[in-house]
């Protein structure tokens, strides 16, 4: 079964022959290699190119593992290319391969080539793009399904399939596994085999145990503040008595290279700078942080605060956590063109709920919209001195509620 990525796909598209490598990155199993051999190989197709003029290179497929070998790969991709022209090559899975740059840099200067490359590990492309590309590489990231895409394939009634995207979240696969224990068992496997013996085994991790309680902690910790040192204490009363604050900080930092967690940083909005102690960890997907809880504590406040943070990186947003002087709002979404402040609330029925959360807003003279997203079911409401209250669905399934706010 393949399921459409329209958001993506177009994205990807509106790069064509220019001349960057594209660069997808996203956790294990989200889509990337779908997206790029198979959705973008029909959209070339569509458009005239040869089918041997597109060159698809699966990295971690055991019949290449003789590719992992630059020179292996180069002399490969030259072959493939020889007397053909203009060609495009695919390369799933690239960080497989040693110096992957230079094999990369080296086709592009021999050959007459368009470059699409996948990974799942951030360190070895996100922080130097432009330096392993020579200013010529475009980062494109990939996410499991929005609800948005969940909700397109499985329709029915709304509120229902919410509740079962908050329990399993939106690793594509699951839309094929129509019973519960089947898709917890699935998510389960992929929190075991795919992400953390992949972790363990990319990152030399010594300790397993630690990771895995070290995974519990963040996955329990979602709309929590987090620092290496309270973590490090916490693992020390649990039992792991040798462990320090540096091997911690460094396990959080590989689990976040991975895309298994986003790390949301304090930003000051009166003196205009980020705050450089404390921040919070988000889950990549809410249905693989459930299953490293073994679904339990599913809290449904901090699960929505999660899907919410998750569709905002989705649509493109920088996301950070907002301090107006001692209140704290959930979020500060920019893109280039707006700014929002967002809270997210399960009610505003209560009275005093309502006011802890609007209080945040007051003092804040800047003009940006400042919108609170709640479960409730009534539509879109002013709440008075231009604060909005929006319904979740609505904001998950219109791209453009928040502008429309």
Known sequence: MILNRDL???????????????????????????????????????????????????????????????????????????????CYIFLDEIQLVENFEDVVNGIKRDFDCDVYITGSNSKFLSTDINTRFRGRGI????????????????????????????????????????????????????????????????????????????????????????SSRKITDTLRSNGHATVDHKTVGSYIENLCDSFLFYRADRYDIKGKAYLKTLYKYYAVDIGLRNAFLNFRQIEPTHTIENIVYTELLHRGYIVDIGRNEQKEIDFIARNMKDTYYIQVSYTLIDEKTREREVSSFRKLDDGYKKIVITMDDDPFTDLGNGYKKMNMLDFLLDEYALEKA
């Open 139 to 226: 980062e494109l990231k990939m996410f499991p399904l929005s609800f948005s895409e969940y909700y397109s394939y499985c329709q029915g009634d709304k509120r229902k399939a919410f509740n079962d995207y908050m329990m399993y979240g939106g690793m594509p696969y699951l839309l094929q596994e129509p019973e519960p224990m089947q898709k917890a068992e699935y998510l389960r496997t992929i929190a075991e085999t795919v992400v953390i013996d992949d972790i363990v085994e990319r990152y030399g991790i010594r300790n397993k145990e630690v990771l895995q309680a070290l995974l519990s902690l963040l996955c329990s910790s979602i709309g929590a503040y987090v």
């Open 8 to 86: 993506y796909l177009e994205r990807l598209y509106k790069h064509k022959d220019k001349d960057l490598v594209k660069i997808i990155t996203g956790i294990r199993r989200c889509g990337k290699s779908t997206l790029l051999f198979d959705l973008y190989h029909k959209r070339l197709l569509e458009d005239g190119i040869p089918a041997d003029h597109i060159i698809k290179v699966a990295i971690d497929n055991i019949k290449n593992a003789d590719l992992k070998e630059p020179a292996a790969l180069y002399k490969y991709l030259a072959q493939q290319m020889q007397g053909k022209g203009r």
